[in-house]
């Protein structure tokens, strides 16, 4: 097939999917030789009529990239010229070092990596490992991930997406997001603003597309109260969707991009309603004395996100480089709910009877401080198992010190939940994730 053919093969597969090809000359050639654009509400992929036919292919063949195309009928050569654009956008690296990519700083190497810039990288970094049998990981800043000292045998996408929009809704402010915007970029936004909703989520590491997945909460707020959509890539179908909160599956710690659906969906952007104007939230004790104790009776937004980074740098719970505890992925277990006889059980068999608890919503759960029981269970701050072991600041978060393997971290945790379950009866779920182990056990790999 000649370039005459494949050209005219191409555009009737554009026509086809309701795209018109239009090839004119351009006041100013562009880069590759055209593209796709939308005019009036209808897509066009437009084309240079002073490039080289060999060039209009190359960008009608790249423009038809961007496009599902698994129930569409190409011509061998055609579709192999599409395949061509398509992994020509992704060049993954072999054996990519991951530790430093992660706040723990442990583990192997990715079999392959890539990182995506945009949707249309998402979509062909998928469909490159899906030719060659691979699964596919996808990271984000790393802050809750433990990888195996093996590495991982996959393709590890990095999200790379960024971007901000702000719209109107009514009395709210709409806030969207990419996926790889730093997440307390875009908290420091809301504040500056004066838009409510984010402010006690400062200070966490992490990526915008990970707020949804974990429903990542602190000092009294989660994610779950200000989302609004989740655009996400379902792998499945390779379409773009967007999801409203009721098809998120939010719980405590958890979602369905978590659970439920965890291999299904690819976070591209998170848009968060927001209240401008509004007062902040101020409910949980930590904040309230930090507060009181400098005098603060009515505080802004301002104040509350200061409160925040001062507390989480106390626990060396921000990225400093300079904090001996920084390799860590801060809370390393969920605060476990029980009922409230079981609360009462665990309180007697630690006789302390002002044990720390939360209701839950509706009153028959109550929420423990998983902090308080590993301290109880005789695991102090600062305590040290070989080259891993328990922050100097914070009882809940293990450390990685200098010479640490993810084995060792492991370890650390499976001594401390099997600790805690021997002590009260509770079993402490991990809230990082591990890549590259044989296998779980109870949410812990075996090491």
């Given at each position: 097939?000649?370039?005459?053919?494949?050209?005219?093969?191409?555009?009737?597969?554009?026509?086809?999917?309701?795209?018109?090809?239009?090839?004119?000359?351009?006041?100013?050639?562009?880069?590759?030789?055209?593209?796709?654009?939308?005019?009036?509400?209808?897509?066009?992929?437009?084309?240079?009529?002073?490039?080289?036919?060999?060039?209009?292919?190359?960008?009608?063949?790249?423009?038809?990239?961007?496009?599902?195309?698994?129930?569409?009928?190409?011509?061998?050569?055609?579709?192999?010229?599409?395949?061509?654009?398509?992994?020509?956008?992704?060049?993954?690296?072999?054996?990519?070092?991951?530790?430093?990519?992660?706040?723990?700083?442990?583990?192997?190497?990715?079999?392959?990596?890539?990182?995506?810039?945009?949707?249309?990288?998402?979509?062909?970094?998928?469909?490159?490992?899906?030719?060659?049998?691979?699964?596919?990981?996808?990271?984000?800043?790393?802050?809750?991930?433990?990888?195996?000292?093996?590495?991982?045998?996959?393709?590890?996408?990095?999200?790379?997406?960024?971007?901000?929009?702000?719209?109107?809704?009514?009395?709210?402010?709409?806030?969207?997001?990419?996926?790889?915007?730093?997440?307390?970029?875009?908290?420091?936004?809301?504040?500056?603003?004066?838009?409510?909703?984010?402010?006690?989520?400062?200070?966490i590491p992490g990526l915008v597309g990970a707020t949804p997945i974990q429903n990542v909460g602190a000092y009294g707020q989660e994610v779950s109260e200000t989302v609004a959509a989740v655009r996400v890539l379902d792998r499945t179908t390779r379409t773009v969707a967007t999801l409203d909160p009721s098809a998120c599956g939010f719980a405590y710690r958890d979602s369905a991009f978590k659970s439920t659906a965890s291999d299904r969906y690819v976070v591209l952007g998170v848009t968060y309603r927001l209240r401008p104007g509004g007062a902040p939230t101020v409910r949980y004790a930590d904040v309230e004395r930090h507060l009181a104790e400098r005098g603060i009776e009515r505080p802004g937004l301002a104040d509350v996100r200061r409160a925040v980074l001062e507390i989480r740098r106390a626990k060396s719970m921000v990225l400093d480089p300079d904090d001996p505890n920084r390799r860590s992925c801060g809370s390393f277990f969920v605060n476990p709910v029980v009922s409230r006889a079981e609360a009462d059980r665990i309180a007697a068999a630690a006789g302390a009877p002002t044990m720390p608890r939360w209701p839950e919503p509706g009153g028959q759960r109550v929420k423990l401080a998983a902090a308080w029981l590993v301290e109880r269970a005789g695991f102090a701050r600062g305590h040290a198992d070989g080259a891993a072991g328990i922050s100097t600041r914070h009882t809940l978060a293990i450390v990685a010190r200098e010479g640490a393997r993810a084995a060792d971290v492991v370890r650390v945790a499976r001594r401390v939940r099997d600790a805690v379950r021997a002590r009260f009866g509770v079993s402490l779920a991990p809230e990082p994730v591990f890549w590259g182990f044989a296998r779980a056990d109870d949410g812990l790999p075996e090491v």
């Amino acid at each position: 097939m000649d370039d005459r053919e494949l050209f005219d093969e191409l555009a009737r597969v554009a026509t086809r999917l309701g795209i018109v090809v239009r090839v004119e000359p351009f006041e100013t050639p562009p880069a590759r030789g055209g593209g796709r654009c939308r005019v009036a509400g209808r897509e066009f992929i437009l084309l240079d009529a002073r490039t080289p036919l060999a060039d209009r292919v190359g960008a009608l063949a790249s423009a038809l990239a961007d496009l599902d195309l698994d129930d569409v009928y190409l011509m061998p050569e055609a579709r192999d010229r599409v395949e061509a654009e398509r992994d020509a956008r992704v060049a993954p690296q072999p054996y990519a070092p991951l530790a430093p990519l992660s706040t723990m700083g442990v583990g192997g190497p990715a079999r392959w990596y890539v990182e995506a810039r945009d949707e249309g990288a998402v979509r062909a970094a998928l469909e490159w490992a899906e030719r060659r049998g691979l699964s596919v990981r996808v990271l984000g800043g790393g802050s809750n991930l433990v990888v195996a000292d093996a590495g991982v045998d996959a393709l590890v996408v990095r999200m790379a997406l960024r971007g901000v929009a702000v719209r109107e809704a009514g009395a709210a402010i709409e806030l969207t997001a990419a996926a790889g915007e730093p997440w307390d970029a875009v908290v420091r936004l809301a504040v500056e603003q004066g838009w409510a909703g984010l402010e006690c989520l400062s200070g966490i590491p992490g990526l915008v597309g990970a707020t949804p997945i974990q429903n990542v909460g602190a000092y009294g707020q989660e994610v779950s109260e200000t989302v609004a959509a989740v655009r996400v890539l379902d792998r499945t179908t390779r379409t773009v969707a967007t999801l409203d909160p009721s098809a998120c599956g939010f719980a405590y710690r958890d979602s369905a991009f978590k659970s439920t659906a965890s291999d299904r969906y690819v976070v591209l952007g998170v848009t968060y309603r927001l209240r401008p104007g509004g007062a902040p939230t101020v409910r949980y004790a930590d904040v309230e004395r930090h507060l009181a104790e400098r005098g603060i009776e009515r505080p802004g937004l301002a104040d509350v996100r200061r409160a925040v980074l001062e507390i989480r740098r106390a626990k060396s719970m921000v990225l400093d480089p300079d904090d001996p505890n920084r390799r860590s992925c801060g809370s390393f277990f969920v605060n476990p709910v029980v009922s409230r006889a079981e609360a009462d059980r665990i309180a007697a068999a630690a006789g302390a009877p002002t044990m720390p608890r939360w209701p839950e919503p509706g009153g028959q759960r109550v929420k423990l401080a998983a902090a308080w029981l590993v301290e109880r269970a005789g695991f102090a701050r600062g305590h040290a198992d070989g080259a891993a072991g328990i922050s100097t600041r914070h009882t809940l978060a293990i450390v990685a010190r200098e010479g640490a393997r993810a084995a060792d971290v492991v370890r650390v945790a499976r001594r401390v939940r099997d600790a805690v379950r021997a002590r009260f009866g509770v079993s402490l779920a991990p809230e990082p994730v591990f890549w590259g182990f044989a296998r779980a056990d109870d949410g812990l790999p075996e090491v």
